[in-house]
């Protein structure tokens, strides 16, 4: 589910992106969510699983200082909501409007969804395993530009369109987000947004859009020190 910064240098460009289910199981259901719409906040009774099929997803915890920490982004393809125990364990609102399938829980548990649909959902949640652990070691090990490097091209090759011999992609999350995400500070993002820009690595149409103007080079600086 996450935006992972990951050890493997290819890992990002090739990422396992889940087709749409079938909705006419009775273990799920498809809706529409706005902006702004919380599908659950931390501490909720989690009876639900999430899968993303267009739009993004933020998911948040508030720590005992009051500091807020963006643990993900649920991108199109990702299924979010695994609980800790029986509760969720973060919150998750919408970044930008998302069609969502939802996934009843006490279906599976009651052993009478299809095995297709439960093999998915149990690849899904060791694939969170695995990012996550892939993240947290990037956190401690990459520098602030090959952070972000890392964190731009994941979003290129998960959400990019192509336009000639370049990409582009929407960046729903603000500065701040990705800085929460990053462990890094709103400026320390901004000041690298700048240089890749100013290398004529990414161009920004506008604060939210980015075109990839050279692969490589973002390639390059996501793995300058690994």
């Known amino acids: 589910m996450y935006v992972t910064l990951s050890a493997e ?11 749409p289910p079938c909705t006419q199981s009775k273990a799920l259901v498809q809706r529409q969510f706005k902006s702004g719409a919380y599908l659950y906040h931390e501490g909720d009774d989690a009876t639900n699983l999430y899968e993303v099929v267009s739009g993004v997803l933020r998911l948040t ?23 800790n125990g029986t509760r969720h364990h973060t919150d998750c609102d919408v970044l930008s409007s998302a069609e969502i399938v939802i996934y009843k829980r006490r279906v599976f548990e009651a052993g009478e969804s299809d095995p297709e649909t439960h093999q998915r959902l149990l690849c899904a949640a060791l694939r969170e395993i695995s990012a996550m652990q892939d993240h947290f070691m990037m956190l401690a090990r990459k520098s602030a530009m090959e952070k972000v490097a890392s964190f731009l091209l994941a979003l290129s090759q998960r959400t990019g369109a192509p336009i000639g011999n370049y990409a582009t992609f929407s960046l729903p999350m603000s500065r701040a987000d990705i ?20 290398s004529r690595t990414i161009a920004l149409d506008t604060p939210q859009t980015v075109l990839v103007l050279d692969l490589d080079a973002l390639i390059d600086a996501s793995q300058a020190d690994t």
Request: cysteine-free; overall charge positive.
């Open 9 to 19: 240098p290819m890992s990002f460009l090739a990422p396992s992106v889940i087709q």
């Open 61 to 83: 915890r508030v720590l005992e200082n009051g500091k807020r920490q963006v643990i993900a982004f649920g991108l199109p393809g990702d299924i979010v909501g695994f609980p």
């Open 179 to 198: 800085a929460d995400f990053l462990g890094l500070t709103i400026e320390t993002v901004s000041r690298t947004f700048t240089i890749l820009r100013k």
